[in-house]
């Protein structure tokens, strides 16, 4: 009886069998993770400036390359929004409203996996 309890007390205690991260992929999110960027438009056209680097220029346009992706289709809105002149705490409601709305966090979030995962892969076949 002790001999299967010990046997089931080590098949849980271990960790079920997943497959590895892949550490670039990881290491290079991570990095994204704390790169900050801005936005403007410029003459009808959107730009970004890296304000925070992350000391890899191609990962920095990733941040930059998804930030004008999925700002550009509500642009026009906030820049109205900002010139409103609204009160502080109303400019940031309606502004929150319009992110959450546009679902900007989801469109950030799979533009920057989509731009990892394409680097990785770029940086991978130079290796071969």
Known sequence: ????????????????????ADNEIVV??????DWRGSWKMRKGVMTC????????????AIG??????????IAPRFTALEASKLPKDELNRQANTLL??????DCLTATREA????LVAARRSKRS
Do not use: H, W, Y
């Open 100 to 105: 959450n709305d546009a679902g900007i966090g």
């Open 1 to 20: 009886m002790e001999v299967l309890v010990a046997a089931l007390a080590i098949s849980v205690a271990q960790p079920a069998v997943t497959p590895p």
């Open 115 to 118: 731009g990892i995962a394409a």
């Open 49 to 60: 400036k890296t304000k925070r680097s992350t000391g890899d220029k191609a990962i920095d």
């Open 28 to 33: 290079m999110g991570n990095k994204l993770r």
């Open 64 to 73: 930059c390359d998804a930030m004008v992706q999925c700002f550009t289709p």
